[in-house]
């Protein structure tokens, strides 16, 4: 049973801050926080004097209920006094930026007396955990997690949350819940939380959403690419916005905002007017790498990762992110085969993913997190991806390339998350990441984590291979610079860092990754050297391409005035501006009859009886011409030569 304790003289001092009159706030705030702590420039540029006593006592109970430790921020304080006024926000920064205190500073001010409820939604039960202990040990606020393994029982729920006979409150001011709590479940019955939320007397107590990590709204929430949503109910934001009251404010929450996630988002859960309150995600602290293996599967590359000679005082704490469970554990296995004999199999080396135990990742996540934990090599699946905080994480990897880069971004954010440390972030791919061609990215291109094509169940990785993730590989250009394009980060300190190097791809300077690593790479299988990639599929070269486009135009013209349903079929339904690309793009071996076409563009057996062989012959007579005339030219240029000497 949860039991909440506020310490009776902390109790009290917080209610003298709550009901102190406005003419006293800023004098004892002046009296009681060094001037050093707070970010006076920002509230001394507050106009409205309500708006700024407010923001004087949210510094105030801060400090007393962290005992002197904690002082918001100029952007906590501001996506506080947003939340606080009922206005719709979004909090957009980095990871490790502290966007908790957003949600704790409303709660501080709340009156306990007057029974509000908050509601965060959060995507993960390990996250709700480490929130949760946060708010009910740091800040002393009366918090519950509501996820599948929360008791059902009456008695829990009328003393916690809200009993609906009685309609009286419970003893929780916040409530951390995940989504699918929210909503119907796929066997057809609302969990206890669903059908609280539908109560109009529950309905009537909350009074702020808080959606933690909302980039989950498009990512988990959507069908993307052919693929069914991972979580739906991330999709379902906006029928619950419509159900509650409009009085109740949200606001999101994330550290990854591009623009195509940024539009779901505001479609589901933000009203027209919302405010944005922006942090630039870079993180100066950190460098980024790329590395190339031979087969990411192979559990000797991840040998860099170990020091050695092996001391446990000298090993950094590394985390190691992978795609598929049961490499979590192969590379775990191998890693700590590797140690000393007598260090083998004391949990120096673990892995962590959905298929253990709760006891299991709770006591592997202790040991990673304390302090002295004993775990130094965690060998995890995307859950420890995001908004968990690893205080001492010195190097991260990631195996492969994630589906997105929002992905890449979370992973790489665990790293150097203490304040003053620096850390590396790299990538591991294979070969065939430098094979693929980006021309054959066609599709939304205002999605830059699309694929080549949709999605089928049985796609591979290089199927599966985002845009962005490719081009993140094969770019020349700064990563910093990479990331703050994708996320559309324009703020001026967008491409500070603070580390010896920003990043492997600088011309003028020499990185060498082993100099941050502390074991070495593996070079066994193939040998070091010059990359043996193939070189991306050929296509028809640029210069050939404008003259058949336009004999695709003209045909195209012709046979839409000549088809028999003219009036009902547009022209675009014959040959889409998409498809002709692709087909002047087509190198002219890929075509060798009309089937061929009909295969390259994707279409019906019924559509190439009818446009398919009249497009074979265009291209057909186009290559033919083409070459005739390359004949002739170098005919008359041998000529010419013969005629001078």
Request: net charge neutral.
């Amino acid at each position: 049973m949860v039991v909440f304790h506020v310490p009776t003289l902390l109790e009290s001092r917080l209610n003298r801050i709550r009901a102190l009159p406005a003419s006293e706030i800023d004098q004892l705030l002046v009296s009681t926080i060094p001037s050093s702590r707070l970010p006076a420039a920002y509230l001394e540029q507050l106009e409205d004097d309500h708006e700024r006593t407010t923001a004087y006592r949210a510094c105030l109970l801060a400090w007393i209920v962290t005992a002197t430790q904690q002082v918001p921020r100029e952007h906590q304080l501001r996506a506080f006094l947003e939340t606080y006024a009922g206005r719709d926000s979004m909090l957009d920064a980095g990871t490790g930026s502290g966007k908790t205190l957003a949600i704790v500073l409303p709660l501080l001010l709340d009156n306990p007396n007057d029974h509000f409820i908050t509601l965060t939604i959060s995507p993960l039960k390990r996250l709700q955990i480490t929130q949760g202990n946060d708010f009910n040990t740091r800040y002393h606020i009366p918090t519950i997690a509501v996820n599948d393994e929360t008791p059902r029982d009456d008695a829990y729920w009328n003393e916690h949350v809200h009993d609906v006979k009685s309609r009286l409150p419970g003893t929780a001011q916040h409530i951390i819940t995940t989504v699918e709590q929210l909503f119907k479940t796929p066997e057809g019955h609302y969990p206890r939380l669903a059908l609280l939320i539908r109560n109009k007397y529950f309905q009537r107590r909350v009074k702020r959403i808080h959606v933690d990590e909302a980039h989950f709204i498009h990512t988990a929430g959507l069908p993307l690419h052919g693929n069914k949503a991972f979580r739906p109910a991330w999709g379902q934001l906006d029928e619950l916005k419509a159900l509650l009251p409009q009085s109740i404010t949200w606001q999101v929450m994330s550290a990854t905002f591009p623009p195509h996630i940024l539009k779901t988002v505001e479609s589901k859960v933000l009203c027209p007017n919302y405010v944005t309150i922006r942090l630039s995600a870079n993180r100066p602290n950190t460098i980024y790498a790329t590395h190339r293996v031979s087969n990411i599967e192979d559990a000797r590359n991840y040998e860099c990762f170990l020091a050695k000679p092996f001391r446990s005082d000298s090993q950094p704490r590394v985390l190691l992110f992978f795609d598929k469970k049961d490499l979590t554990t192969t590379v775990a296995q191998h890693l700590d085969n590797q140690l000393p004999p007598e260090l083998r199999g004391k949990g120096i080396v673990r892995h962590y993913h959905s298929g253990m135990s709760d006891a299991y990742l709770q006591h592997v996540h202790t040991a990673f997190t304390e302090e002295n934990g004993v775990c130094k090599i965690l060998c995890a699946t995307q859950g420890q991806s995001v908004g968990v905080d690893f205080p001492d994480v010195k190097i991260v990897c990631t195996a492969g390339l994630p589906s997105n880069v929002t992905e890449v971004l979370q992973r790489g954010g665990r790293v150097g998350r203490r304040e003053g440390d620096k850390g590396l972030f790299v990538i591991f791919y294979e070969c065939w990441a430098l094979e693929i061609s980006l021309e054959t990215y066609l599709g939304d291109v205002d999605d830059p984590d699309r694929p080549r094509a949709a999605l089928k169940p049985t796609a591979n990785v290089r199927d599966r291979a985002a845009y962005a993730c490719v081009q993140l590989i094969q770019c020349k250009r700064c990563l910093r610079m990479f990331f703050a394009s994708y996320l559309n980060d324009t703020s001026t300190t967008a491409l500070d860092y603070n580390t010896e190097y920003c990043c492997d791809r600088h011309e003028d300077e020499v990185f060498d990754l082993t100099d941050f690593l502390p074991g070495d790479l593996f070079v066994g299988d193939p040998p070091a050297g010059p990359s043996k990639c193939k070189k991306p599929t050929a296509y028809r070269p640029t210069k050939d391409r404008n003259e058949l486009d336009t004999l695709l135009i003209a045909w195209l013209e012709v046979a839409s005035r000549k088809d028999l349903l003219h009036g009902v079929r547009a022209v675009y339904d014959i040959l889409s501006f998409s498809q002709r690309r692709t087909l002047v793009r087509a190198p002219p071996k890929s075509i060798p009859s009309p089937s061929s076409i009909t295969k390259l563009l994707n279409e019906t057996q019924e559509w190439e009886l009818e446009w398919a062989s009249s497009l074979y012959d265009i291209v057909v007579k186009y290559d033919h011409d083409l070459n005739g005339r390359r004949l002739k030219e170098k005919e008359s240029s041998r000529v010419s030569k013969k005629v001078k000497t």
